[in-house]
């Protein structure tokens, strides 16, 4: 069994309340930090823990938190990004729902470090019955002294509260998200200014992860080169891993970084091998962002060492022949998957999710999407797969945010390592199996 | 359509957006407009006509194009009346991989309506939606603020069939009750 940071204590019965939860040990760094701590020094253990942003983009959180501007008389602010909408990631709901206390507790003790006197939990509107959740353990923690004026005694003060989205893809992009906290759609505003310096109604702002801000309560607990004593190299600690598809126990798994992709997919501990025993074909490792890998790619590097879970091991041999952790949302395919019928799939969705600012994505999506329905209805041709490719080509490193290129990604892995699977549908239509048994594109315009 | 009920919160919903106001810093109570716009469309039939958009651009003191704007860009808000029960189908990823095609086919099938639609007698809208963060209990889908997760063709006809007895709206914020500081 690999070691447990975060979910350690999630099957104890009532650990959602904050008796258990207490009982349990919780709210324990809260109490070393406002009375044993400067705000500093636990920057400087989140600093010293490696931790990097664990919400897909792995930058380095200590660093993102010593970013932060200062200005004397200027309020700072904690945003909480519980939107969770990559395809394929569901980590932060299980966390949420089952142990809210852990994520109240690292914002209360991530606001004291940081000088925040108000913070926020932006979760997404579909995760409706999850912020009641939220809302009764604030209630609880203020209750007991947790929250509210003059914390511990410290003559520090903090409000938590919770904010609950409407639908959109697009506002787990930080200032996406800033943008809908204010009242306002979710358009990504241009960098710079960068939140640290000008976020949340133009103050400093830190915007962080779920399991990113629950991951400072046993950094702050334990110390950060403790944590950065579990895991491997650059990749310290532990990663909630959201495991979907064709295995035989999909879940939510806490895994030591450095562990093998093949040991988590075939493992009893994890996945527990393909669902009747088929073969494997493909995985997305990272939510459905990140680049597809083929079976021998994902279970070994190109060169030929195995592929592990940590940032560095699967991004190994760049986009050519690797691909990256992103949020952990591991989704894995067996040999009956139709690469593209599922890159169908995920181009939909980037286009349904575009806000529509830059046209290279707002455009691009949409023709990405209409071509691959053309292939996917026996009317491709071989200059179909080039325009996909150029088109994605076009729209990567050329919008305001990430959708861009989390759009482009797929397309672009997709025909890298499967383009036979195109040409097959494209030479030979009627290999296309299900061929009315696809949504058509009118097929599901919104209510 | 509620052109025959008054536009107005009752009191005990004003308190609420009273103190959902309180939660943002003086003089941007504007970031309170989604949660008070789930609350409006939960009390005004499930959808948001303008003029309950107007009334709760009143209610923030901001303009009734503040409101348009953001509640035309969220999937969640309705602009058209919908059924008494949105049945919201994931279509994304896993979901997708592993059935989710086959569910909105045989709702589509058992409601006789097509995705988008509502049925005749007001019941049901089916609803397909993308990645609501429930992969790993693929297929699944959400009715208000519940999640149903794990579905086979069965689950899914025993739960219309409640739905039906129980004839009730359901929305987003059912059972919501935000902490009171």
Same mark, same amino acid.
């Given at each position: 069994?690999?070691?447990?940071?975060?979910?350690?204590?999630?099957?104890?019965?009532?650990?959602?309340?904050?008796?258990?939860?207490?009982?349990? %040990?919780?709210?324990?760094?809260?109490?070393?930090?406002?009375?044993?701590?400067?705000?500093?020094?636990?920057?400087?253990?989140?600093?010293?823990?490696?931790?990097?942003?664990?919400?897909?983009?792995?930058?380095?959180?200590?660093?993102?938190?010593?970013?932060?501007?200062?200005?004397?008389?200027?309020?700072?602010?904690?945003?909480?990004?519980?939107?969770?909408?990559?395809?394929?990631?569901?980590?932060?709901?299980?966390?949420?729902?089952?142990?809210?206390?852990?994520?109240?507790?690292?914002?209360?003790?991530?606001?004291?470090?940081? %000088?925040?006197?108000?913070?926020?939990?932006?979760?997404?509107?579909?995760?409706?019955?999850?912020?009641?959740?939220?809302?009764?353990?604030?209630?609880?923690?203020?209750?007991?002294?947790?929250?509210?004026?003059?914390?511990?005694?410290?003559?520090?003060?903090?409000?938590?509260?919770?904010?609950?989205?409407?639908?959109?893809?697009?506002?787990?992009?930080?200032?996406?998200?800033?943008?809908?906290?204010?009242?306002?759609?979710?358009?990504?505003?241009?960098?710079?200014?960068?939140?640290?310096?000008?976020?949340?109604?133009?103050?400093?702002?830190?915007?962080?992860?779920?399991?990113?801000?629950?991951?400072?309560?046993?950094?702050?607990?334990? %110390?950060?080169?403790?944590?950065?004593?579990?895991?491997?190299?650059?990749?310290?600690?532990?990663?909630?891993?959201?495991?979907?598809?064709?295995?035989?126990?999909?879940?939510?798994?806490?895994?030591?970084?450095?562990?093998?992709?093949?040991?988590?997919?075939?493992?009893?501990?994890?996945?527990?091998?393909?669902?009747?025993?088929?073969?494997?074909?493909?995985?997305?490792?990272?939510?459905?962002?990140?680049?597809?890998?083929?079976?021998?790619?994902?279970?070994?590097?190109?060169?030929?060492?195995?592929?592990?879970?940590?940032?560095?091991?699967?991004?190994?041999?760049?986009?050519?022949?690797?691909?990256?952790?992103?949020? %952990?949302?591991?989704?894995?395919?067996?040999?009956?998957?139709?690469?593209?019928?599922?890159?169908?799939?995920?181009?939909?969705?980037?286009?349904?999710?575009?806000?529509?600012?830059?046209?290279?994505?707002?455009?691009?999506?949409?023709?990405?999407?209409?071509?691959?329905?053309?292939?996917?209805?026996?009317?491709?041709?071989?200059?179909?797969?080039?325009?996909?490719?150029?088109?994605?080509?076009?729209?990567?490193?050329?919008?305001?945010?990430?959708?861009?290129?989390?759009?482009?990604?797929?397309?672009?892995?997709?025909?890298?390592?499967?383009?036979?699977?195109?040409?097959?549908?494209?030479?030979?239509?009627?290999?296309?199996?299900?061929?009315?048994?696809?949504?058509?594109?009118?097929?599901?315009?919104?209510? | 359509? !509620?052109?025959?009920?008054?536009?107005?919160?009752?009191?005990?919903?004003?308190?609420?957006?009273?103190?959902?106001?309180?939660?943002?810093?003086?003089?941007?109570?504007? !970031?309170?407009?989604?949660?008070?716009?789930?609350?409006?469309?939960?009390?005004?039939?499930?959808?948001?006509?303008?003029?309950?958009?107007?009334?709760?651009?009143?209610?923030?003191?901001?303009?009734?194009?503040?409101?348009?704007?953001?509640?035309?860009?969220?999937?969640?808000?309705?602009?058209?009346?919908?059924?008494?029960?949105?049945?919201?189908?994931?279509?994304?990823?896993?979901?997708?991989?592993?059935?989710? +095609?086959?569910?909105?086919?045989?709702?589509?099938?058992?409601?006789?309506?097509?995705?988008?639609?509502?049925?005749?007698?007001?019941?049901?809208?089916?609803?397909?939606?993308?990645?609501?963060? !429930?992969?790993?209990?693929?297929?699944?889908?959400?009715?208000?603020?519940?999640?149903?997760?794990?579905?086979?063709? +069965?689950?899914?006809? !025993?739960?219309?069939?409640?739905?039906?007895?129980?004839?009730?709206?359901?929305?987003?914020?059912?059972?919501?009750?935000?902490?009171?500081?």
């Amino acid at each position: 069994m690999g070691k447990k940071l975060l979910l350690e204590k999630d099957h104890v019965p009532g650990i959602r309340s904050y008796e258990v939860y207490r009982k349990e %040990g919780g709210y324990a760094s809260v109490e070393k930090a406002i009375k044993s701590m400067t705000p500093e020094a636990i920057v400087e253990e989140v600093k010293k823990s490696g931790l990097r942003g664990r919400g897909g983009a792995g930058f380095p959180t200590g660093m993102k938190w010593s970013f932060l501007a200062k200005p004397p008389g200027v309020a700072r602010y904690l945003v909480c990004n519980a939107d969770e909408s990559e395809p394929g990631t569901f980590k932060d709901r299980y966390l949420m729902e089952r142990i809210p206390h852990l994520l109240i507790e690292g914002m209360i003790t991530s606001s004291f470090a940081l %000088g925040a006197n108000t913070s926020y939990i932006y979760i997404r509107g579909e995760y409706f019955y999850v912020a009641r959740i939220l809302e009764q353990a604030i209630e609880e923690a203020y209750k007991n002294g947790w929250l509210g004026k003059n914390i511990l005694g410290s003559g520090y003060d903090l409000d938590l509260y919770v904010h609950v989205g409407a639908g959109a893809y697009i506002c787990g992009e930080e200032t996406a998200l800033l943008e809908s906290l204010e009242g306002k759609r979710g358009n990504p505003r241009i960098k710079p200014p960068f939140p640290a310096v000008a976020g949340l109604y133009g103050c400093p702002t830190v915007v962080n992860n779920v399991e990113t801000i629950a991951a400072v309560v046993p950094i702050v607990n334990q %110390g950060g080169d403790a944590y950065a004593a579990i895991g491997i190299g650059k990749s310290t600690g532990t990663k909630l891993i959201s495991a979907s598809g064709h295995i035989n126990k999909p879940g939510v798994y806490e895994i030591e970084m450095g562990i093998t992709v093949e040991d988590f997919i075939y493992s009893e501990e994890y996945c527990g091998g393909m669902k009747g025993g088929r073969k494997l074909k493909a995985v997305v490792a990272g939510g459905s962002s990140v680049p597809i890998l083929p079976a021998d790619l994902i279970l070994k590097t190109a060169n030929g060492e195995p592929r592990l879970m940590s940032y560095e091991s699967l991004a190994d041999g760049g986009f050519a022949s690797g691909t990256m952790l992103g949020s %952990g949302g591991f989704i894995v395919m067996d040999d009956s998957t139709s690469i593209v019928k599922n890159l169908w799939n995920f181009t939909r969705f980037y286009h349904h999710e575009s806000c529509g600012q830059c046209s290279p994505c707002r455009e691009g999506t949409g023709w990405m999407e209409k071509i691959l329905h053309k292939i996917l209805d026996g009317h491709g041709s071989m200059k179909d797969i080039d325009l996909l490719w150029d088109i994605q080509s076009k729209i990567e490193g050329k919008t305001i945010c990430p959708l861009g290129d989390a759009a482009a990604w797929p397309v672009a892995s997709a025909i890298r390592h499967f383009r036979k699977d195109f040409e097959e549908y494209v030479q030979n239509p009627s290999s296309i199996k299900d061929v009315h048994h696809y949504y058509r594109l009118n097929d599901l315009t919104e209510a | 359509m !509620s052109s025959d009920k008054e536009i107005k919160f009752p009191e005990e919903t004003l308190e609420l957006v009273r103190r959902m106001m309180k939660r943002y810093p003086e003089g941007k109570q504007k !970031s309170a407009l989604i949660p008070v716009l789930h609350l409006a469309q939960a009390e005004f039939d499930g959808w948001l006509s303008p003029q309950v958009m107007d009334y709760v651009a009143s209610l923030l003191n901001i303009q009734s194009i503040e409101v348009y704007e953001v509640a035309s860009f969220y999937s969640m808000f309705n602009l058209k009346p919908v059924g008494k029960c949105t049945i919201e189908v994931c279509r994304t990823s896993s979901c997708w991989l592993m059935g989710a +095609e086959d569910v909105i086919r045989h709702i589509e099938k058992k409601l006789n309506i097509k995705t988008g639609q509502t049925t005749a007698d007001g019941m049901f809208t089916l609803k397909g939606v993308e990645c609501l963060g !429930s992969c790993g209990t693929a297929p699944m889908l959400q009715v208000g603020a519940e999640y149903h997760e794990n579905l086979t063709l +069965e689950k899914v006809d !025993s739960l219309l069939d409640n739905l039906r007895k129980e004839d009730k709206r359901k929305c987003y914020t059912d059972h919501f009750d935000p902490q009171s500081n």
